[in-house]
Every structure is written in structure tokens, then in C-alpha cells.
């Protein structure tokens, strides 16, 4: 079986465009010229007197949500330091909270139909050996299968591990219904390797890939910079080359998460995408 075109691949994540409300995010959608969403489904769940006719306006308006993501509480990316304390669902003050948002989010996507959601884990200890393993594991796990019971697959995304740290972690985890949501610009942005090289050794887990373009940092243990994808350091057509080898048939979420243009970005990003993908 073929896979589709790659326009048939393309979404856009919902949160990159800051929408109002659910009429604010399907004009830009329009704008951006691509129907089709991940869907940040926390704002459905906190904040149902305005997001709570999402599904319903997004259906008559012939928009696809194509995945979901969840957000954890308390989360400070403002350095690297900051998120490797307080990201995903690492923290235990916030795990309470935060499991109540994942079994909400889940009882919402089954609604909705959707087989994919996706979510930042937070530093993942690297080795079996590190205490906060354990908890972690159990986390992951109970998060696992709450999705799947619904047979909705979750997606960790890369962030502050190397690819073959993820691997292992992901070896050793050994759940049949945790994979990866993979983000090439993470690579770069976290300074944790190559992106085409790293898409290789995560083909096996990856369910989805975010299109996002980054510059890696001069200053090491700092951020680098997210750009619009074609100005960073992404090299897409040797990117989407590697991936057409060893992946098939994932969605490709257009993700812009720093500047004030972000639908002129998204529309870029398409471009690229619909020039690279399958170059003459």
C-alpha cells in the first residue's frame, strides 16, 4: 500500500497558532492553507465554556485532528536548567494534577476518535540503575495504558536525551503502547546530535514527526534558537530523504513555537515540506 502524498501528511499544531478560541484557530487555519490539526487538547478539558464546541466547529468546518497533545503542569522552559526540573511528569508536586489532566485528555480523545496523542515526559533517567527510574517508569506505564485501552498510541517527544539514550530508555521500558513523536529541531535546540542520524536509530518507535527548524547554541548548556523551517539547521532534503528509507505513513504537525508570524511561518513551512519532500 502507498503511502499518501505528502499533502495529504501535513497538520498544523494547534498551539502554535495561539488561538483565542475555536473560531480564532479554524481562521487561521484557513490562513495557513492546510486542514488538518494536532490538537492541544488541555485547553478542552480546563476550559470547556470556551473550547468546549472545538470537536463539533472543527467537524463542520472540515478540519482533521489528526493527533493530540497533552501539556504538563508547571513547566518552565525559560533555560535548560529550569526544564530538566520542572518538565513533564518528573515532578511530583505536580503528578497529581498531571494525572488527572492525562486521564481527562484520554476519555477526550477516545470521544473523539483520535489514535495518536503526544507528550513531553521530561528528563528520562538513562539508566535502570537511577532511582528516579523507577518512578518514572511507573508514570510512563500508567499513562501507557490508560491511553490504550482506548487503543490510542502515546508519543514521548525527543527533547533532552540523545537519540540512543531515548532507544535504551525505550528498550527498557518495553511498553507496546509508548513510541515517539519526533522533533528534528529538538535535536538541535537541546545540542543532543544530528537529526537525520537520529531519526534513523528512532525509526522504529517514531509516530509522528513535528516539522520545526532550529540553529544549535555557541554557548554550551544554553538554548539554541527555533527558526522558520529552511532557515536552520535542519537538512530537509537529506532529512526527508532518510525518512522515506525508514519510516511510512506518519503525519508530518507543522510546529512553530517562537516568533510573531505565525502563519506566514506555518505557510513557509508547508512549502519547504511540499518542495523537499520529493524533490525533481
Known sequence: MN????????AVCTWS?????????????????????????????????????????LRENHIEVVSGMVDCVGEDYSTLDSIRITGGIKPDP????????????????????????TFHAGFLPHSAKDPAFVTMRQRLDEIADMFMVHNILVGLETG?????????????????NIGVNFDPANMILYDKGDPVEA???????????HIKDATRT????TWGAEVPVGTGEVDWRKFFSTFRQVIFNV??????EAGNNRVADIR???????????PA
Open 17 to 57: 497558532l495561539q488561538p483565542a478560541d475555536p473560531h480564532d484557530l479554524i481562521a487561521k487555519l484557513r490562513a495557513t492553507g492546510i486542514p488538518r490539526v494536532q490538537l492541544a487538547l488541555i485547553p478542552l478539558v480546563n476550559h470547556p465554556k470556551v473550547w468546549g464546541d472545538t470537536e463539533r466547529l
Open 251 to 256: 503525519n508530518l504537525a507543522i510546529e512553530r
Open 199 to 209: 531519526l534513523r536509530v528512532l525509526a522504529p518507535w517514531i509516530r509522528q514527526v
Open 160 to 176: 533532552q536525551e540523545t537519540a540512543a539514550e531515548l532507544a535504551n530508555l525505550l528498550n527498557l521500558l518495553n511498553h507496546p
Open 3 to 10: 503511502p499518501p502524498p505528502v499533502a495529504q501528511r501535513l
Open 218 to 221: 555557541k554557548v554550551p548548556g
Open 94 to 117: 505536580h503528578w497529581p494534577q498531571n494525572r488527572r489532566n492525562f486521564t481527562a485528555a484520554a476519555a477526550l480523545a477516545k470521544k473523539m476518535g483520535l489514535k495518536l496523542v
Open 268 to 278: 513557509t513551512a508547508r512549502e519547504v515540506v511540499e518542495r523537499t519532500f520529493n
